[in-house]
Each structure stands twice: as C-alpha cells, then as structure tokens.
C-alpha cells in the first residue's frame, strides 16, 4: 500500500478512524514533544548534576591533597587519590604540578609523567584560581581544580569522570517516558474510540438508513435514538424521506398520467392515416409516423431517422426533373415561419416510384426561434384518379344534358336570395325559343318574367338552399313566343346551385284530357258517364256515411224516344239528348250530379239533403218534379229533310223516373242503383211520364 493510500485510508477513512487516527497522532505528537523537551530537560539537569558532582569531587580532593602537596608528600597525595578510586563513574584523577608532571593519580602508572596536551598546556598556562570544566561531552566529563597555596598555584587538581551512570539515569527516563507514552496514546486511542463511537454511532445509523434508501428500501428510516443534534438529524432526516416518498408517488402518477399521455398520443400518431414527419433545422428527419412508413414503403423508422427528408423523398418533381432543397417550397415556408399547403407535387418511395400527394408543413418557433418543421401528407392517388373519373363522368353528363331532349336551366342562389341564371342546355333554347347566352348572369325574374310572381321561383330557391327535391305537376308558361305547359324537376347540384330540367308536356296534356274525358264523360251530351257517377256515388255514399245526410239517386228514361230517332234521324235524337242534358244540369244544384248512362237513360244524384229522411225525400220529390216538368216542355229540334233542306221539329217528350233516398250507413252502393233502377222501370210500368220512390228494402214507396 502507497503511503498516499494509506493516509488516504487514515484520513479520509470513517469519522470514528479519522478520530481515532487523529487524537492517538495528536496524543503522540503531544507525549512525543513534550517527552523529547522534558528529556533534555532532565538531561541538562543530570549532566549538570555530574559536572557538579565532578567539581565537588574536584573540589574536596584538590582541598585533600593541598597540604600533601606543599608538604611534597607525594606518597600521601597519592593514597589521597587512591581513595577516590572508587567513587562513582570516576575515571581518572590526577594530580599535576605547575609544570604539568603528574604527581598523583588514581592510574598510578602515568606519575611522573608531564602533560603535553592542548587542552594541559592551556590549563598550566592559565593564572585562574577557580575551577574549570575541560570537557563537557555526552559521556565524559574532565574538570581541573586549582590547587592554590594563598594566591600561589600548587598545582591542578583534575578529575575525569564518565557518565555513564548520568546516561543509565536518562536512559531509565527514557524508557520510562517511552512506555508512558505509549500507555498514554493508547489511552487516548481508547478514549477516542469510545468517545467516537458514542458520537458516530447515531451517525453510523443514519449512514446505514440512507444508504438502504438508496439501495432501493424507500421505507427504511431512522431510529431517534436520542434528543442530540444526531436525534434532530434523525427526524429531519425521516421528515424528508416521508417528503421524497410523497413526492415520488406524485411524480410516479404524474410520469405516469405523462406516460400516457405520450403512448397515447404516440398511438395517435401512429394511427392517423396522414403520413407525418418532423424535421430540425438542418432538415434532417428526427420523427416519423405508421403512416410516413406505409406509403412511402419504408420498414423501420432507422431507414429514415437522421436523413435529409427532402434528399430522401422529395429530391424530383413529378416529371422527372431535379427539384433543389433550396427551391422546395416547404423550406421556403419554413424560412419565412409560414405553413403551407402543396397538392400538385410527389414524394418518392424507398423503390423510387413515385407518389402524388398532398401536403401541409407547420415551423416549429419556441421562444421566437424556428427550431424544426412538422409536416403532414395524403397519398391523393385515389382522389387524383375519382378527380378524373368525375372529370369525365362530368364531361358525359355535359353531353349527355347538352343533346337531352328535356331543357335544363342552371341557377345560383345569392346571399339577398335572388336566384341568378347560369347556363342552359341546346334543348332548353330550342323548346323555349330564346338565346339563353343574354339571360346569363339575371336574375330569373329578369330571364323570365313570366315567372315574377310565380310559386315556382319559392320552390327554386327551397331547392338550391335546402337541397329537396322539386317536381310540378304541370307548369303553364305564358311567354311572348310560347305558350306552354311545361313539366319541371328541380334538385340541388352543390351549395346554393340547383338545376331545372323541363319538357314542354303541352300536348300530352291534351290528350291526357281528352283521354279523361272519353273515359269519364259521355261524348254526346258531354254528361259524366256511368263510371263517374258510379265514382261521385260511391264517394257521395262515403260523406254520407261520416255525416249521416241524405242523398238520392234518381234512374230517369225518356218515354217514347225510339220513335223520334225514327221518323227524324238520329241526329235530331241526339240533339234532344243534348238538350235534356242541359234542362237536367240547370234543374240541379252545382254539388249535384247528373250523367248519361246510355241510350235515353239519365242518373241524377243529389247529396246532402240532410239528416232528416222525410224532409230529404220531400226535397227529392220536388226536385224531381221539377225535373218532370221542365223534360216534359216541348223541345225545339233542328231537323234535316230527305232533300237536305233543314227544317225544324217539335218534340214532345216526358220521362219516367224512379228515385231512392239514401244514407250511406243504410245501403250499400249495388242496392241504391239496383232501387232506383226498379223504381224507374216501376214508373214505366205505370204509364210513364211518373215518378216512383223505392224504399232501400225494395217497397214501393208513395
Ligand atoms: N239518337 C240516338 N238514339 C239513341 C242513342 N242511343 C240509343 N238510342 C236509341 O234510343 C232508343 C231507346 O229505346 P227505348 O228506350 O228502348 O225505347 P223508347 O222508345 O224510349 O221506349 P220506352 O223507353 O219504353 O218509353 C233506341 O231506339 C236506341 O237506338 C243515341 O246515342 N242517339
């Protein structure tokens, strides 16, 4: 391990290590700094001991060898020093005269001996009467003594002593201090760690519940183990967590809720039948839909994403030719922040056919800067070839409208509601007979005024703005150059726009007429004939049965009128069938009904008499006389002679005439006729020239 790593361990390690490793090195530096001062303390203080120890030594033996030295007694100054053999850490002592021959000393074989060293010769040269230290070193110490004799020196007294027992001392110190200081910095180590471990424990806690939450145990959260700082971190610490959670669920729902909304919007994409794609500003494509993929034949999106779009699918116009990106009109749109809407080009497909389509482009702007483009597109293949075929379907029409044999009027319907004429076909001007060209542009009424005031113009304008369809009967047409029924349909042919076609049906409708007259009315006298009086009866019968008045029908058969045809020709009996007709109508009210039904046989019926039956035969009986007696006036007959001169004839003639009275409740329609016809033949049988009413159950009535 690299000493960085290792401090790095120490130091950046855990708060209880970084603890520990900080009090034990601060304790050891500490034990070590003041061990090392208090060391030399103790060292000055001992060698200092020793020097004073020496001179004293010094001291007592220069006083102990004084008197043996002016006494020249070197025996006895030698037994002086040989007593301080012994002494403690002494080395060496020795006594030197003046001239520095050793007279004495405890090495008693260098006496006699003269000192020739620097450190002797200074001393001998020196005058001092105090003592001095000549060496002062680690594990020695040399002093001299002077040994005066009043102000005169004897000689020098020196001493050399080791340290040694000076140096045991401190090295005793030394160890003691080493140990005390080890006991001490494991003492504090062990503080430390306890101390730390108090302190870092809550903490420890919280580290493990945040690291929990953060391996993914959301719920973990911590234990307040006390009321400390560490306590209230605890707490705010599980507050914020609680907060995280709360938020987290909001977030999840909300990204959720996004989500999708996204997916959904993405399927909203993906589902729209527009082919859709995003481009940035440098006009590379950044999305595509389902559909862009679809119609253009791509598989997967990666064929597309990152490419250029309009080197990709636009890059030829449909003809063939290059198309530049920088005159497309899209990007031209995009640079003036505009949307735009093309119909007339193509997009090619992956397999390099081409596709007509139709599209539309939007910039994207954020904040006022043009950051990319979305564009939208239909495949108009079908609209293009159905523009076609209804192009063409037109164009058949036209022709076909052109050479129809109906006419056909176009017009427009404006906002103040007037009807404006467009256009009309061959047919129309040949029916009508008018140059439609100068109409173009009027108003109907303008075109056509016999139509001002007409209820067709309502039912035009109901048609271009409603849209339902319009269809006359028949439609009559006063003109200057035609005068005409015509028949019109009408229908809407877009917003606003509607078509007349019309036919001139002048002469169908006269022989439609004449058709219904000659099924319905007799030919001679121009009477209803027996079919429509059976009609109006069978309808008078119905009214009367809702309404309970009464009718009746009266069979009449002129008297004798065989022999009139007879002896004057048929002709003159036509002409007095005629004029009985005539005597009938105005014998009868308008409602009334008179008919031929062949031959000299007339029916005469008479409807609402009222809900009184007496009263209403009373009435028919009075309208039957009258009807007697006007037939029974003679007739004024214009004859022709077998010459062929025409001549005039007087006829005489009288009717017979059998009646019913009816309720439409009480007898259905067979039976009336049936009893009328009875009661008519019952007024032959009883001379003719009568009258003769029949009850419904067959009774002669009076
Ligand atoms: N002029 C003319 N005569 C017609 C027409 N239809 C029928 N007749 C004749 O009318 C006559 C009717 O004859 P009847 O009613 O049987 O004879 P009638 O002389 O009236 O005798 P009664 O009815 O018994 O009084 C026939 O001679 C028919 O030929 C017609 O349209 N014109």
């Known amino acids: 391990m690299s000493f960085d790593k290792f401090s790095d361990t120490l130091l950046r390690g855990s708060n209880r290590r970084q603890m520990m490793v900080w009090f034990g090195s601060s304790a050891l530096l500490l034990m070590l700094s003041f061990g090392y001062w208090q060391l030399d303390q103790q060292r000055d203080f001992i060698y200092r001991v020793t020097n004073e120890r020496a001179l004293a030594i010094s001291h007592e033996i220069s006083v102990s060898t004084k008197s043996w030295a002016l006494a020249g007694d070197l025996a006895g100054l030698q037994e002086v020093l040989l007593g301080f053999n012994e002494a403690q850490d002494i080395q060496r002592a020795y006594f030197v005269d003046p001239h520095g021959q050793v007279l004495a000393s405890t090495n008693p074989d260098e006496i006699g001996l003269f000192m020739s060293d620097k450190i002797s010769l200074d001393l001998l040269a020196s005058k001092s009467s105090e003592e001095i230290v000549l060496a002062d070193q680690k594990n020695y110490i040399a002093v001299a003594h002077p040994v005066m004799a009043g102000q005169r020196h004897v000689g020098w007294l020196r001493v050399e002593m080791s340290r040694d027992s000076a140096n045991a001392n401190i090295e005793a110190i030394k160890i003691a201090w080493r140990n005390f200081t080890i006991s001490a910095v494991l003492l504090v180590v062990a503080i430390s760690l306890l101390l730390s471990r108090k302190l870092t424990n809550g903490l420890n806690h919280l580290v493990q519940v945040a690291t929990e939450v953060a391996r993914g145990k959301e719920e973990a959260r911590a234990k307040i183990l006390s009321q400390d700082e560490v306590g209230v971190l605890a707490h705010y610490l599980n507050e914020m967590l609680d907060t995280l959670a709360r938020q987290k669920g909001e977030l999840l729902v909300t990204s959720e809720a996004l989500r999708d909304s996204r997916e959904g919007f993405q399927s909203l994409l993906n589902t729209m039948a527009e082919g859709m794609y995003e481009v940035d500003t440098d006009g590379n494509c950044i999305f595509v839909n389902e559909a862009f993929l679809h119609i253009l034949g791509y598989q997967n999106r990666d064929e597309v994403i990152g490419k250029h779009i309009h080197e990709l699918i636009h890059h030829h116009r449909a003809d063939g030719s290059m198309y530049p990106a920088s005159e497309c009109k899209m990007y031209r749109a995009y640079e003036k922040q505009e949307e735009i809407n093309v119909a007339d080009e193509v997009f090619w497909r992956k397999d390099g056919t ?107 304008r109901r048609v271009a703005s409603t849209g339902v369809r319009f269809e006359t009967e028949q439609f009559s047409y006063d003109g200057d150059k035609i005068h005409s029924v015509f028949e019109v349909h009408a229908f809407q042919t877009g917003k606003n726009r509607m ?57 009449l058969d002129l008297d004798n009128f065989k022999p009139l045809n007879d002896s004057h020709g048929h002709a003159v009996g036509d002409s007095l069938l005629i004029e009985v007709a005539n005597r009938l109508k105005i014998c009868v009210r308008e409602m009334d009904t008179v008919a031929r039904f062949g031959g000299d046989e007339f029916v005469v019926m008479l409807s609402e008499l009222g809900e009184d039956k007496v009263a209403a035969t009373a009435l028919a009986r009075i309208v039957t006389e009258k009807i007697l007696a006007k037939l029974a006036e003679p007739y004024v007959l214009k004859a022709v002679d077998e010459h062929g001169v025409d001549t005039i004839v007087t006829h005489h003639c009288t009717a017979s005439i059998g009646i019913v009275v009816f309720n439409g409740a009480e007898a259905k329609q067979d039976t009336i006729l049936k009893c009328a016809d009875d009661a008519m033949y019952a007024a032959k049988d009883s001379g003719r020239n009568t009258i003769r009413f029949f009850e419904l159950d067959g009774v002669l009535a009076s």
């Open 354 to 460: 081409q596709v007509p389509v139709e599209y539309w482009s939007h910039p994207i702007v954020k904040e006022g800067v043009l950051v990319g483009a979305i564009a939208t597109f239909i495949d108009i293949t079908e609209r293009i070839r159905a523009e076609q075929a209804l192009r063409e379907s037109e164009s058949k029409m036209r022709d076909i409208v052109e050479n129809a044999p109906f006419g056909a009027h176009l017009y427009e319907l404006m906002p103040d509601h007037s009807l404006i004429f467009v256009g009309a076909n061959n047919a129309a001007t040949s029916i009508l007979g008018l140059d439609h060209q100068q109409f173009i542009g009027k108003t109907i009424e303008e075109a056509f005024p016999p139509l001002i005031d007409s209820q067709i113009l309502d039912a035009y």
């Open 499 to 555: 078509a007349a076609f019309f036919s001139d049906v002048t002469e169908r409708k006269r022989h439609e007429e004449q058709i219904h007259l000659l099924a319905f009315y007799d030919a001679l006298t121009k009477l209803p004939n027996r079919r429509l009086m059976n009609d109006r009866l069978s309808q008078t019968i119905a009214v009367s049965k809702r309404s309970g008045t009464y009718g009746a029908l009266m069979f």
